[in-house]
Structure formats: C-alpha cells, structure tokens
C-alpha cells in the first residue's frame, strides 16, 4: 500500500493527513498554529516563532505517522499565500513568520512609492497593488524592524521553509509565488522591473517552477525528530486554495468551483492566463494552477465570516444577540421561510465589497424591511443574499475571461448547509455538484505528493484516481425563475442605488461628532 502524506497549513488549525493511494484517508491529526501578537511602533503584528512552529510540525508529524511506523512513500505542504520569513545568507531564520500585518499600519506607503497602478500591475501579475501581499509587509518591516532586513538574503514561505527543514532543500511552485505581486502570469518568471519598483532585491524571492515536482528526501535529522522513515520524498506543493481546487478535481477550461469558507473564493479554471481590464475592475485575481498550463480567475468574498454575523445576531433560541443559538436549528428555521423572504433582499458586504464591485466601502443591507418581518425571513435573506453575490461573482468570471461555466461544483464546509446549497443552485439557475468531502486541500496535496513519486501517471490519472466524489443538486424551476427576478430586478441594481449612499455614510462616519 501507498501512503501519502499530507501536511495542510491552515489558518485556524494544521493538519497532517495520510491518504492511500485510491484516496481513501488512513488517519488524521491536528494542531494548533503557533500564533503570538507583538507590537512594533505601536502596531500589532501576529507572528509564528521559527523555533516554536517547528516543534509544532514535528509534533504533529510524530502522531500521524507513528502508527505506521513512519512507513510513508511521500509528503508535500499546501501552504498559506502570505506568511514568510527572511532568511540569512546561511538560510537560517532572521525574523519570525509574520503571519498578519494590518494594512491600515501603513504598509500602503510601500506600494505608493511604487509608481504602479492598478491596472498595469495586473496586466503582468494579475493582482492589484495590495497592501496584504509580502512586497508591503516587507518594506514595512524592514523600515521599523532593524533585525527583520539586517542581513536578509532572501524571503521565503513558510511551507518551502518547512520543505527545507524535511529534506535541506530550498525550493518553490508558480501558484505561491503569484503573491509576491512579481509572477509574470504569462511567462511564468519573476520579473525584474517589478521588484525595483518595490526596491526589492533582484534575487530576494525562490526562483519558481512545477508543483507536484521531487525535491528532496527527508533528513536523518528531520526523521529522528518526526518519526518520519529517513528518504521519504518531499514533493513541491503550492498555495492551500489551488491545491484545493486541484483536490476538488477541477482542472479543466469550464471547470467552475466555489470554495467555501472564512473567505468564499469563487472561480474559474482556464488555459490561459486572463489578464484583461475587465478582469482587474472586477476585483478578478489570476494565478496559475498547481496543474501545468492551466490558470485560475477568482473573486473573493467573505461569506463565512457573514453566516457567523448571522448566528450571533440571530440565534434561533430566540432571544436575540444572545449568540447561543444552534446553527442546525437557525438553518431549519430559516428553511421554513418561503423563498424570496417575504420580499426581503439583503445585500452581503458587511466587511467591504472584494469583487465583482471593489469597494471597501461598500455596507450590507436589508431592504424591503417591513413590521412583519421576521428573524428567520431575515436569516434567509442573508443565505439569498450570499447566493446572489455567488451568481454576480460567476457571471463576472465569465464576462471577464470569455469562458462559460460548464460545470459548477462547490467544495469547503458550506456544502454541509443544504439550505444554502439548494438555494445556490437556483439563484445560479443550473445544476450543481457538491463535493463530499470538506477537506479537498489535504486531499490535493497528497495527489502532488503522488505525482512527486509517479504514483500518478498524470494530472489527470490523480483526478480520475483521487478526486472525491460529488453529489448533484437540481434546481426548482419555479424557485429558480423567482430568483431570477430577484437577482436582476432588486439586488443588482441595489448595487448601484447603495454606492453613492455608502461612500457618503463612511465620510459622516468620519467626521464624526466634536
């Protein structure tokens, strides 16, 4: 039996996870991220200490593979998008893993100083001038934390940092190094004009390549410490939301996914990279896939952390604001509710609008509030709403890249909503599948981890081999026309109507009361 090994980097938890070959899941454990919060000039910074992150991976290597003797035939890492550390010219650590830099600290400055915009930005790397991205966290260190930049010879992630701890080697994929805003999309190479703009080092981040590719072989330092077998293959994975689409199994120009979670990424898969005005105005970013000549268009949003609004606002034990209510029962309740909320359209941008509008000052809304609403009629409104910010995500993709849907297939822990999910599918007006399993980043990286050892004989063999399993939700054709209605005739031109109206209340917000 083939075992593979996969280590998943997530924000709220790690997560080491041994897969057969055929994708059925031997055994899981989980770990607490390391996180700490200190302060620089003022400003919180939340960071993970080498030293302690460390212990924690080996930790929790040594409970996933002790049962098996550390008999493992390969490991790969999904890794987070923006947390790195600079190293010395000895490739050790100068600085702990900055994990979070608010961008109201004035990382912006950064990017300013920059001479970029927007727009000519995104027609090279397909992002935005971004303050969350590492060329703002790293000009911001360096300028207020002397011992962040003293003597840094490169900048690395924390998952290749990790590889580097497992086999000695130092090394990194496309789909991570897209965030350092220096990928040029279509030739798959940093680019050196992007890195003077941001008087960065021509030579400060890993030259990229494949994931999915061998690296290196596990220490006989690292397996006496992770109980790992020494010469275990480590294989190059990538950034955790494209090892996660790859774990859905979508690969393919078409292939559309919905990625639930904190941050619900909506996108399309295609054969090119999409590099467009009308990409880039939708608040679209481009990366490439973890799989060859493949690119991935998304819009984000943050749908998770609204549902949780919700729970807290509306539990439905039925005292309100209490936050006690059981997430099963607000569901059910709302369920009961008749679609269309009884008129009431709610629009989602409770934390800013990502895309398809980019406007951090756009606001959530309840319109068609009356006195007899009700807190269910308003918890389905919200789970309405997020559908039509879905739909307007997905119709964006598709007007920007010229590629129409032809499959739609949701992964993450919102498919365990079946409201919601119903409601998706017919606010989106078309069938759509759903994956069974919510941890498809786990499952992706181990694929790559297949790959890295010829497990696989291609991409599409570990698609076909280790894909989980999907389950069809058809849309009421009643419901879905309804919807339809909704959607053109309330909610978009909510958008409009609510823009002026939005940016005038955050300029009275500001001036305040004397």
Not at 43 to 57: E, M, Y
């Amino acid at each position: 039996m083939t075992r593979l090994l996969a280590l998943d980097l997530g924000t709220t938890s790690f997560k080491a996870v041994l897969y057969d070959e055929s994708g059925r899941k031997l055994g899981e454990e989980r770990a607490q991220p390391p996180d700490r919060r200190i302060d620089i000039d003022g400003v919180p910074v939340d960071i993970w200490d080498t030293d302690v992150l460390w212990s924690t991976i080996v930790d929790l290597l040594r409970r996933a593979v002790e049962p098996f003797k550390g008999d493992v035939d390969a490991v790969a890492i999904a890794q987070l998008g923006l947390i790195g550390a600079p190293l010395d010219a000895h490739d050790e650590p100068l600085y702990p893993f900055v994990t979070w830099l608010d961008p109201a600290a004035g990382t912006s400055r950064t990017l300013a100083r920059s001479g970029l915009d927007d727009a000519s930005l995104f027609a090279v790397g397909g992002n935005r001038l971004n303050a969350i991205y590492p060329p703002a966290w790293i000009g911001w260190m360096a300028q207020h934390e002397p011992r962040f930049a003293d003597g840094m010879r490169r900048w690395v992630f924390v998952g290749d940092w990790l590889n580097y701890r497992l086999c000695g080697e130092l090394a990194t994929d496309y789909s991570i190094t897209s965030q350092t805003l220096v990928l040029d999309q279509t030739l798959l190479a940093l680019r050196d004009d992007l890195l003077r703009a941001f008087d960065l080092p021509q030579d400060l981040f890993l030259v990229p390549g494949q994931a999915g590719r061998r690296l290196g072989n596990v220490t006989a330092e690292a397996a006496r410490v992770t109980s790992l077998r020494a010469g275990v293959p480590v294989v190059v994975g990538g950034a955790d939301w494209l090892v996660g689409v790859f774990g859905g199994g979508l690969t393919e120009p078409g292939d559309v996914g919905v990625l639930t979670g904190t941050w619900e990424l909506t996108f399309t898969c295609l054969s090119e990279p999409c590099l467009t005005s009308l990409a880039c105005h939708s608040g679209a970013i481009c990366d490439p896939h973890v799989v060859p000549d493949r690119w991935v268009l998304r819009i984000e949003a943050l749908s998770g952390e609204v549902t949780e609004w919700l729970r807290r606002q509306l539990p439905a034990d039925g005292t309100l604001n209490s936050g006690s209510g059981d997430w099963s029962e607000l569901i059910s309740a709302c369920s009961d509710v008749m679609p269309g909320s009884g008129g009431l359209v709610f629009v989602p941008h409770l934390f800013g609008s990502y895309g398809p509008r980019h406007d951090a000052l756009a606001r959530g809304a309840f319109v068609g509030l009356t006195g007899e609403t009700t807190r269910t009629a308003m918890g389905r409104a919200v789970f309405e709403g997020l559908s039509f910010q879905t739909r307007a995500s997905l119709d964006a993709l598709s007007a920007a890249s010229g590629v129409a849907p032809e499959r739609v297939v949701l992964m993450g822990g919102g498919v365990k909503n079946k409201l919601w999910l119903q409601t998706r599918a017919e606010v989106l007006g078309r069938e759509i599948e759903a994956v069974e399993d919510p941890d498809v980043t786990p499952r992706g990286a181990a694929m790559l981890a297949g790959l890295g050892i010829e497990v696989f004989a291609d991409y599409h063999d570990a698609v076909a081999r280790f894909a989980p399993t999907t389950v069809t939700v058809e849309p009421d054709p009643d419901r879905a026309r309804l919807y339809e209605q909704l959607y053109h005739e309330a909610y978009v031109p909510l958008q409009d109507s609510l823009e002026a109206v939005n940016h005038r209340l955050a300029e009275i917000a500001q001036g305040g009361v004397s």
